[in-house]
């Protein structure tokens, strides 16, 4: 099966709203004056928790996998969608949705507006409000677990520079029924059974792991494989995911948007690729080719790893905000060379106050409304890794 290549950003959402954003909403309205934080929650690099907080995290997924629903759908219609599915299905669900109401509806013009092209890999990222949407993306998944499931503990991150040299030893991929998140799935081309299905591990459905709704019931699938060569300068993901690399994107970007999201967006992809599977958007075998999403990346948020990947980006994100002033709410439709102001890949609509519209069950949310992450409503930060 191909492996698929990836849009970078995540969109929201249709669960109900958080308490947060129907303050947030009051707050809009001029009935309330600006919330503070009170304790700010601390997001943890999976490998510092103990088993028993990674156990309490797996726990709550599986509660909101569990957690069955009808829905609306995205469309004009506002149809309810057929079948079974989970709360934990509507965060993939809306991934998809949204992409796809985003191509068929005036409704979403404004979506297309503020993120203009999926950034492909190995072209520039064109998505100005990506880290944006992302973040906000992130952080309706853990309120959702804490609110839905009664989560306590800290939202983990995957930091995978620490393992670039053997991504397959990873810790993120443990066995343990209780509190791994699995390894690998059997990918034996000669069986026509495997397809990639994730055997070990909490989400394992031996180990009363979930079916997933998206885009026909099926369990987590799996396919680690480092790969390379689908362009003559491409390097396997053991060279691109180190330090040096996190490096490059922090460090020589200071100022420039436009690059930094460049560098992330190709360290997001190659994480997606690498696992495969339901994070990269391969198909399940059961559906027809025709049948596939065409949109890649549609229900990457499958794979429970998609929140602990997208963390750490968020957290690579905050980081470069802190470093440099010029950082900090550093957002704009055009980079600091535009040298071609007709190409797709500059959005000068993209503004830090462009609102991102979310559906009618969710406050429209602007890019500047999250760039500190320890200000209201977020209200979280990033351990310092031990
Ligand atoms: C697993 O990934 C490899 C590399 O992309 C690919 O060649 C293979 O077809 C994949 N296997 C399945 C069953 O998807
Ligand atoms: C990356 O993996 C390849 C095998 O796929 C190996 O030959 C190479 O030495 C590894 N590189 C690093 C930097 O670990
Ligand atoms: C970091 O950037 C330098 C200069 O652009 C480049 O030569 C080097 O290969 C980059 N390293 C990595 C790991 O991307
Ligand atoms: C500018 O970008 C447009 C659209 O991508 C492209 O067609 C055009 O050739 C580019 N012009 C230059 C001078 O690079
Ligand atoms: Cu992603």
């Known amino acids: 099966m191909a492996r698929s290549i990836l849009f970078l950003f995540a969109l929201a959402i249709l669960t109900a709203l958080s308490h947060a954003q129907r303050s947030y909403a009051r707050e809009e309205s001029g009935q309330r004056q600006p919330q503070k934080c009170g304790k700010l929650l601390i997001r943890k ?3 510092t928790l103990t088993n028993s907080e990674k156990s309490e995290w797996v726990g709550a997924v599986k509660c909101l996998g569990s957690v069955r629903h009808e829905r609306l759908s995205l469309t004009q219609d506002k149809t309810i969608l057929e079948g079974k599915r989970s709360l934990y299905d509507d965060f993939s669900y809306s991934h998809a949705a949204v992409r796809h109401s985003a191509h068929r509806n005036a409704y979403f013009l404004p979506w297309r507006a503020s993120i203009p092209v999926p950034p492909f890999l ?95 019931p099926h369990p987590l699938r799996r396919n680690l494989t480092l790969i390379t060569g689908w362009f003559a300068h491409e390097l396997p993901q053991n060279r691109t995911l180190g330090p040096a690399s996190v ?14 999201q460049r560098a992330m967006a190709l360290m997001h992809n190659h994480v997606h690729n ?14 027809r080719e025709q049948d596939c999403p065409g949109m890649a990346d549609s229900f990457t ?50 503004h830090a106050d462009h609102l991102m519209p979310f559906d009618v069950q969710s406050v429209p949310v602007a890019p500047r409304m999250v760039f500190d992450i320890e200000a209201w409503p977020l209200c979280y930060r990033y351990a310092d890794e031990e």
């Open 45 to 47: 690099e999976w490998r």
């Open 122 to 216: 190995y072209c520039p990222s064109s998505s100005h409000t990506y880290t944006s949407a992302d973040r906000w993306f992130t952080y309706l998944f853990d309120t959702s677990l804490r609110r839905n499931c009664g989560y306590r503990g800290p939202t983990p991150y995957w930091d995978w520079s620490r393992d670039h040299a053997d991504l397959f030893d990873s810790p993120v991929f443990e066995d343990s029924p209780e509190h791994g998140l699995g390894g690998t799935g059997d990918c034996d081309p000669s069986s026509p059974e495997a397809d990639c299905t994730v055997a070990t591990g909490a989400f394992a459905l031996s180990n009363g792991g979930f079916e997933l709704a998206w885009p026909i």
């Open 247 to 260: 490096r490059n994107a922090t460090e020589r970007t200071t100022g420039d948007f436009f690059s930094f």
């Open 274 to 287: 690498f696992v495969g599977g339901d994070l990269a958007g391969d198909c399940p075998k059961a559906l």
């Open 301 to 350: 948020p499958n794979d429970p790893l998609f929140w602990l990947h997208h963390a750490q980006l968020d957290r690579l994100w905050n980081e470069w905000q802190r470093r440099h002033p010029s950082n900090f709410a550093a957002f704009s439709g055009m980079p600091l060379t535009p040298h071609n102001m007709t190409s797709s890949s500059y959005d000068l609509h993209a």
